[in-house]
């Protein structure tokens, strides 16, 4: 039987799709087999999907990957760990020739593998050993050639991966679980400058190896110089070898490739869609294809990554691999008939909503009073809020598609193992600051919100806080509110409906992705079917559309993020059976002093129970401060949140208190008291001499940029439930002596942690000139605030430091990171 010689028309038929003309500029799918312009995603609409991200080049590009990566690997060395050492030329030319210098020292010899900078399908590329020979001015890609591979039947091979982006913001990454094995067609050996030209033993493309008269065609699963990932997954597991790290590797390997092409993809992204709210559908999606070979202990290595793989068949298992890659990936995307009429109706309504002005927050007078300008910061503040909630249940309904049309594929980003989306998130903050570093100002303000990592119940809770705020500055009587019903119930009665603020009210089952308007009949009608019928332009670039039929009307949504009408509780958002506290005992405890401050006191990290005791007064800000990985602890309380609204007398008052606090502050030794604790600080000063070399290479070589963070992150923690007890504000990151503590910190942790180490001089008030060259106004009391902090940053390095030291003395092991005493 004749194969078809691309599965894209094959996917395109199975699923009802139809192809238009190439210059039908308003198909629903648009599919490029190359890079697409900025230009063209610019101008898509909301509801279309073209199958390139902008800015994805920076890692499909050898040279781009190369170079990004490099960045990577300067700051998480051990993470980056699964690319070959590469040189770009001609800038790194001598680089190379010094590395090469080193080996004949050593009297070692390697042997390199050269590839053009922007080469494909295996041209151009050759072996070397003698690397004089190389053209210094060329623009090439040389890295160190994988000489000891697993092999498997004595042929080399390496594996195709297909890899499905869903979205750049948030980042939505999925691997599909089969792919293919792809054999040398002559034996391997070991490179030698006999075998060096026979590139049918040391090349894996496809490409190179079935112009050889050894490529076996053979469509028996286990026999063929190409196979399936699935049948080499069963081989693994034949031969004991551990499948279940193998797939593990494989995924970080992926995930970690994909955080240094973000910031990029992200940035372009939002350059091309600049008026597309943060959370929305993403009109960019992409399948990669990851090229990842295996060395002899099983460990993937990766070699390169095409952004436009070939879907082209001409075995019966490129049919069946690539055809499932498609066809669950189309799924995935759940681009349904309704969305371009929804999404006209969107874009009327965005037009009646600004014409008419509703849901915009106005503008202050200069004459406006006190209480409006509170009122004024408090709708702006629910606004917000009420966005982001809108995003959280828009992300809530997504996930719930993905989980029900995953097929084969699986979800590798954002991971459900929370200890590894804890390294990954580590990893994304690094790439951000490498990419980030004196640019993008405003996605480096936005990759800061608080509230990107704020979970639906703790937004609610914040409009609550609004509500009750409100009702204090506009003088009415407060409103009696009910006990929240039970998740159990299926609703509530009307009238404890009318006891409780409107959008409290329940959020019906119904809610989908685009929950901000019901949907008509017609459209439930077309929501229940997999995929309707569209139209596709069929050429080099190719577009889907559906087919021209009348439909019902039905409500006009709103095409604001904002929620226009009351917001609702949804089902998926609990509230905690401790909320039903009366509210008498609500406003109570709210208004309850919090406890006077004491050194000796130490800091207890509130349980889940305590942070749920009641709705108004729980801490959201606990979920969104990163818990430290950290050796030490600062004496502290946590109190309760009250409104940012304050005189400059209060707040020169709470700047008091806060160095009353700072002060009183002393780390904690893990298993020693205060007074030992002193003395051990103390035993380092008074013997600096002997500890400064020691500590020196601690802090500035033996820890990379991760773990000098986490350092100060043993402070930054604790420093920030100070803030949240003394000030009552949840969201400490809007004061501006916390955004002084930031800087300070960024300072600290200034090349390489140079910054800090710079306080142990005489010297030691050099961060002081951060403040100084801005025209930031900054208090007598607020620079004692900070002078404070800087010493107990310094005081938190020498315990951890001592802490290493003693461990290691007594057990001979360095103690885990993950060691939170």
Same mark, same amino acid.
Request: aromatic share 8%; net charge positive.
């Given at each position: 039987e004749?194969?078809?010689?691309?599965?894209?028309?094959?996917?395109?038929?199975?699923?009802?799709?139809?192809?238009?003309?190439?210059?039908?500029?308003?198909?629903?799918?648009?599919?490029?087999?190359?890079?697409?312009?900025?230009?063209?995603?610019a101008?898509?609409r909301?509801?279309?999907?073209?199958?390139?991200?902008?800015?994805?080049?920076?890692?499909?590009?050898?040279d781009?990957?190369?170079?990004?990566?490099?960045?990577?690997?300067?700051?998480?060395p051990q993470?980056?760990?699964?690319?070959?050492?590469?040189?770009?030329?001609?800038?790194?030319?001598?680089?190379?020739?010094?590395?090469?210098?080193?080996?004949?020292?050593?009297?070692?010899?390697?042997?390199?593998?050269?590839?053009?900078a922007?080469? %494909?399908? $295996?041209?151009?590329?050759?072996?070397?050993?003698?690397c004089?020979?190389?053209?210094?001015?060329e623009?090439?890609?040389v890295?160190?050639?994988?000489?000891?591979?697993?092999?498997?039947?004595?042929?080399?091979?390496?594996?195709?991966?297909?890899i499905?982006?869903?979205?750049?913001?948030?980042?939505?990454?999925? !691997?599909?679980?089969?792919?293919?094995v792809?054999? $040398?067609t002559?034996?391997?050996?070991?490179?030698?400058?006999?075998?060096?030209?026979?590139?049918y033993?040391?090349?894996?493309?496809?490409?190179?190896?079935?112009?050889?008269?050894?490529?076996?065609?053979?469509?028996?699963?286990?026999?063929g110089?190409?196979?399936?990932?699935?049948?080499?997954?069963?081989?693994?597991?034949?031969?004991?070898?551990?499948?279940?790290?193998?797939?593990?590797d494989?995924?970080?390997?992926?995930?970690?490739?994909?955080?240094?092409?973000?910031?990029?993809?992200?940035?372009?992204y939002r350059m091309?869609?600049?008026?597309? =709210?943060?959370?929305?559908?993403?009109?960019?999606?992409? *399948?990669?294809?990851?090229?990842i070979?295996?060395?002899?202990?099983?460990?993937?290595?990766?070699?390169?990554?095409?952004?436009a793989?070939?879907?082209?068949?001409?075995?019966?298992?490129?049919?069946?691999?690539?055809?499932?890659?498609?066809?669950?990936?189309?799924?995935?995307?759940?681009?349904r008939?309704?969305?371009?009429k929804?999404?006209?109706?969107?874009?009327?309504?965005?037009?009646?909503?600004?014409?008419?002005?509703?849901?915009?927050?106005?503008?202050?007078?200069?004459?406006?009073?006190?209480r409006?300008?509170?009122?004024h910061?408090?709708?702006?503040?629910?606004?917000e809020?009420k966005?982001?909630?809108?995003q *959280?249940?828009?992300?809530?309904?997504?996930?719930?598609?993905e989980k029900?049309?995953?097929?084969n594929?699986?979800?590798?980003?954002?991971?459900?193992?929370?200890?590894?989306?804890e390294?990954?998130?580590?990893?994304?903050?690094?790439?951000?600051?490498?990419?980030?570093?004196?640019?993008?100002?405003? !996605?480096?303000?936005?990759?800061?919100?608080?509230?990107?990592?704020?979970?639906?119940?703790?937004i609610?809770?914040l409009?609550e806080?609004?509500?009750? /705020?409100?009702?204090?500055?506009?003088?009415?009587?407060?409103?009696?509110?009910?006990?929240?019903?039970?998740?159990?119930?299926?609703?509530?009665?009307?009238?404890?409906?009318?006891?409780r603020p409107?959008?409290?009210?329940?959020?019906?089952?119904?809610?989908?992705?685009?929950?901000?308007?019901?949907?008509?009949?017609?459209?439930?009608?077309?929501?229940?079917?997999?995929? =309707?019928?569209?139209y596709?332009?069929?050429?080099?670039?190719?577009g889907w559309?559906?087919?021209?039929?009348?439909?019902k009307?039905?409500?006009?949504?709103?095409? &604001? =993020?904002t929620l226009?009408?009351?917001?609702?509780?949804?089902?998926?958002?609990?509230?905690?059976i401790?909320?039903?506290?009366?509210?008498?005992?609500?406003?109570? &405890?709210?208004?309850?002093?919090?406890p006077?401050?004491?050194?000796?006191?130490?800091l207890v990290?509130?349980?889940s %129970?305590?942070?749920?005791?009641?709705?108004?007064?729980?801490?959201?800000?606990?979920?969104?401060?990163?818990?430290?990985?950290?050796?030490?602890?600062?004496?502290?309380?946590?109190?309760?949140?009250?409104?940012?609204?304050?005189?400059?007398?209060?707040?020169?008052?709470?700047?008091?208190?806060?160095?009353?606090?700072?002060?009183?502050m002393?780390?904690?030794? =893990?298993?020693?008291?205060?007074?030992?604790?002193e003395?051990?600080?103390?035993?380092i000063? /008074?013997?600096?001499?002997?500890?400064?070399s020691?500590?020196?290479?601690?802090?500035?070589?033996?820890?990379?940029?991760?773990?000098?963070?986490?350092?100060?992150?043993i402070?930054?923690?604790?420093?920030?439930?100070?803030?949240?007890?003394?000030?009552?504000? @949840?969201? *400490? /990151?809007?004061?501006?002596?916390?955004?002084?503590?930031?800087?300070?910190?960024?300072?600290?942790?200034?090349?390489?942690?140079?910054g800090?180490?710079?306080?142990?001089?005489?010297?030691?008030?050099?961060?002081?000139?951060?403040f100084?060259?801005?025209?930031?106004?900054?208090? @007598?009391?607020?620079?004692?605030?900070?002078?404070?902090l800087?010493?107990?940053?310094?005081?938190?390095?020498?315990?951890?430091?001592?802490?290493?030291?003693?461990?290691?003395?007594?057990?001979?092991?360095?103690?885990?990171?993950?060691d939170?005493?």
């Amino acid at each position: 039987e004749e194969l078809f010689t691309c599965t894209i028309r094959i996917a395109i038929n199975e699923m009802d799709f139809i192809k238009t003309r190439d210059e039908d500029e308003t198909a629903n799918l648009i599919w490029n087999d190359s890079a697409v312009q900025h230009e063209k995603i610019a101008e898509l609409r909301n509801y279309q999907r073209i199958n390139h991200f902008p800015g994805m080049g920076e890692i499909c590009r050898k040279d781009c990957l190369a170079r990004n990566t490099s960045k990577m690997i300067k700051c998480q060395p051990q993470e980056y760990s699964f690319i070959p050492k590469t040189w770009i030329f001609p800038a790194e030319y001598t680089q190379f020739q010094n590395y090469v210098t080193e080996l004949r020292r050593k009297r070692k010899q390697k042997t390199f593998i050269v590839k053009p900078a922007n080469g %494909a399908m $295996g041209h151009g590329i050759s072996l070397i050993r003698n690397c004089e020979k190389l053209p210094a001015q060329e623009h090439l890609i040389v890295q160190e050639y994988l000489d000891k591979p697993f092999l498997m039947e004595g042929y080399k091979f390496d594996l195709r991966v297909y890899i499905l982006v869903t979205s750049c913001d948030p980042l939505r990454i999925f !691997l599909y679980k089969d792919g293919l094995v792809r054999m $040398g067609t002559e034996k391997y050996h070991a490179p030698t400058e006999a075998n060096l030209s026979q590139l049918y033993m040391h090349l894996t493309n496809y490409s190179v190896n079935k112009h050889n008269e050894n490529f076996e065609r053979d469509e028996t699963v286990d026999k063929g110089s190409k196979r399936s990932i699935s049948w080499f997954t069963e081989f693994l597991r034949s031969n004991d070898y551990d499948v279940a790290k193998f797939w593990g590797d494989i995924s970080e390997l992926v995930v970690k490739t994909l955080i240094v092409a973000e910031p990029h993809v992200l940035h372009a992204y939002r350059m091309c869609r600049p008026g597309q =709210p943060p959370g929305s559908d993403s009109v960019c999606f992409e *399948v990669l294809g990851f090229d990842i070979i295996l060395d002899r202990k099983l460990k993937p290595w990766l070699l390169e990554i095409n952004r436009a793989p070939s879907f082209g068949t001409d075995q019966k298992i490129d049919y069946n691999v690539k055809k499932g890659v498609l066809l669950n990936a189309l799924k995935l995307l759940n681009i349904r008939a309704s969305d371009k009429k929804r999404n006209l109706a969107q874009q009327k309504a965005e037009a009646q909503r600004r014409l008419y002005g509703h849901g915009s927050v106005k503008k202050l007078s200069a004459s406006s009073s006190d209480r409006e300008k509170q009122r004024h910061t408090l709708e702006r503040r629910r606004e917000e809020l009420k966005e982001r909630l809108a995003q *959280v249940r828009k992300q809530i309904s997504r996930e719930e598609h993905e989980k029900q049309h995953l097929g084969n594929y699986r979800r590798i980003y954002p991971p459900d193992d929370k200890l590894l989306l804890e390294k990954y998130e580590s990893l994304l903050s690094a790439a951000f600051q490498t990419f980030l570093a004196g640019r993008a100002a405003s !996605l480096q303000k936005e990759m800061n919100n608080p509230l990107k990592r704020m979970k639906e119940e703790d937004i609610l809770d914040l409009l609550e806080q609004c509500e009750l /705020d409100d009702e204090k500055l506009t003088g009415k009587s407060s409103r009696q509110r009910g006990p929240k019903p039970l998740t159990a119930m299926p609703e509530c009665s009307q009238s404890s409906k009318r006891q409780r603020p409107d959008y409290l009210a329940d959020f019906t089952s119904g809610s989908s992705a685009d929950n901000s308007c019901s949907s008509s009949d017609e459209d439930e009608e077309e929501r229940r079917k997999t995929f =309707p019928a569209f139209y596709v332009a069929f050429t080099g670039r190719m577009g889907w559309k559906h087919p021209v039929k009348s439909l019902k009307s039905s409500p006009v949504p709103s095409a &604001s =993020p904002t929620l226009p009408g009351p917001i609702r509780r949804s089902i998926s958002c609990p509230r905690s059976i401790a909320s039903l506290s009366s509210p008498g005992e609500v406003r109570s &405890s709210s208004t309850r002093p919090s406890p006077t401050f004491s050194s000796a006191a130490p800091l207890v990290r509130p349980s889940s %129970a305590t942070l749920r005791s009641h709705s108004l007064s729980r801490s959201v800000s606990a979920p969104r401060v990163p818990h430290s990985n950290s050796l030490g602890t600062i004496h502290s309380n946590i109190g309760d949140p009250l409104i940012n609204l304050r005189s400059k007398e209060q707040e020169a008052e709470l700047v008091n208190q806060t160095l009353a606090a700072l002060t009183a502050m002393r780390i904690r030794f =893990p298993g020693k008291s205060e007074e030992e604790a002193e003395s051990v600080l103390d035993e380092i000063l /008074d013997n600096w001499k002997y500890h400064k070399s020691k500590v020196a290479s601690y802090w500035l070589v033996k820890l990379d940029s991760t773990k000098q963070r986490k350092v100060l992150d043993i402070v930054r923690t604790n420093v920030r439930s100070a803030l949240q007890r003394i000030w009552r504000e @949840p969201d *400490v /990151d809007s004061l501006h002596l916390y955004r002084l503590f930031n800087r300070v910190f960024n300072r600290l942790l200034w090349s390489h942690g140079q910054g800090l180490w710079s306080c142990f001089s005489n010297s030691s008030s050099s961060w002081e000139h951060i403040f100084s060259k801005s025209s930031e106004v900054v208090s @007598p009391q607020e620079l004692k605030c900070c002078r404070r902090l800087v010493q107990l940053c310094r005081d938190c390095l020498l315990v951890v430091y001592k802490f290493v030291s003693e461990s290691r003395s007594l057990t001979g092991l360095i103690p885990e990171w993950d060691d939170t005493r």
